[in-house]
């Protein structure tokens, strides 16, 4: 059974290697067919309760402790300043009721299936089963991002040639295991259930821990992964009716944010300022986050639902197509890419030679949005 498990998903894995030869970088699909194979073929990720996974960076200690860098000390201070305690800063005492409808945990046009005939014969009950089962999914990809950014701050933390980002790192290692607690808090007592990890998400997390450049895992976690983040859960903030979700996203999302700013603060300052990177250093750079972008774009499939709920009502491809068009995978790529395209930019990956890539997909529009990031003095205050 799980060979004929494997060999389907071979078969469906081909869409992802056409999109990692989309580059034509090989170093960079040879970077990816490891985790690909791992996450999408064997679902390493769904044979027991824990994966070990090797992570070979190297940790970089600084015996001159040369603190210069202004812009990452105010994030700093404005971490330390902006801590929380989930414990006694969130009211948890309230109980969820899935079935109330004067409290949507999400809008209609949020559930993947709602034009679909066969979604809309579904009883009052079973609609209101399948809203809280996609916003279960939904939390626990973000409670599985989150473990990914936990370890994914500790390794930066160590490697970081700067001090003044280990400092900062380390305040982001607190914030991240914050957020796996509060998720997976809010997923266990509120929402009473929790998904396994999206085999798409897997490859991106076991491609970004085993790579052993720290400015790639720091590429990979800090611009697009927390980008995803800050868009979804503002997605999420916005749609819900449900206060405690609003409330916790609300001070999960001021975190991000910073989270994002040191991406682009560090990053401009090793590819940018410092020009630390070569020219094929650098081609590689733009054609992982082009890669990173189309898995991003194209792969969160949520086959856990399909699995569950409609897998005898129509074919995993036919699913993927639902998926793909939902109005709600539309929603989280638009509020996606208004956020990653202009900080792709601003660390100086979005090249002449990579552009016309964004552009086919739709997706340079973006360029020049805001920085959605940035923080003003109250941006950076915990809301109330
Ligand atoms: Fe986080
Ligand atoms: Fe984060």
Do not use: C
């Amino acid at each position: 059974m799980r060979l004929r498990r494997a060999i389907t998903n071979l078969v469906e894995t081909g869409p992802l290697l056409k999109e990692g030869m989309a580059s034509g970088n090989l170093k960079v699909l040879a970077n990816l067919l490891g985790p690909a194979f791992r996450g999408l073929i064997m679902e390493t990720q769904k044979n027991g309760p824990h994966t070990r996974m090797p992570v070979g960076n190297t940790a970089l200690f600084d015996w001159e402790y040369r603190q210069d860098k202004e812009q990452l000390q105010r994030l700093y201070e404005a971490a330390k300043r902006d801590q929380w305690n989930a414990t006694t800063d969130i009211d948890w005492t309230g109980q969820i009721d899935p079935y109330d409808p004067n409290v949507m945990l999400l809008p209609n046009d949020y559930l993947i299936m709602q034009d679909h005939p066969a979604f809309k014969s579904l009883s009052k009950k079973e609609m209101a089963t399948q809203r809280h089962a996609i916003l279960t999914w939904l939390l626990s990809q973000f409670l599985h991002g989150e473990q990914g950014a936990l370890y994914a701050a500790a390794q930066v933390t160590s490697a970081v040639p700067w001090m003044d980002a280990k400092l900062y790192g380390s305040t982001q290692v607190v914030d991240e295991g914050r957020h796996v607690e509060v998720f997976h808090r809010y997923l266990t007592e509120k929402l009473e259930r929790l998904y396994t990890i999206d085999d798409n998400l897997y490859v991106i997390i076991d491609a970004l821990m085993r790579d052993s450049r720290w400015d790639m895992k720091f590429l990979g976690m800090q611009i697009m992964i927390e980008g995803l983040a800050l868009g979804s859960f503002a997605t999420i903030r916005a749609a819900t009716d449900e206060p405690l979700l609003k409330n916790m996203l609300g001070y999960v999302i001021a975190d991000e944010a910073r989270h994002v700013q040191f991406g682009v603060v560090a990053l401009r300052d090793w590819y940018v300022q410092n020009d630390a990177l070569s020219e094929r250093e650098r081609r590689e750079r733009e054609d992982w986050v082009f890669e990173l972008t189309l898995l991003m774009r194209n792969r969160f499939l949520a086959h856990e639902i399909y699995d569950e709920y409609w897998a005898h009502a129509m074919s995993r491809k036919a699913w993927d197509k639902l998926v793909l068009g939902s109005g709600l995978m539309k929603l989280f790529r638009r509020t996606m890419f208004k956020r990653v395209i202009p900080n792709i930019k601003r660390i100086g990956l979005l090249s002449d030679r990579v552009r016309p890539r964004y552009a086919a997909l739709g997706i340079l529009q973006y360029e020049n949005e805001r920085d959605a990031t940035r923080m003003s003095p109250a941006d950076m205050l915990v809301p109330a």
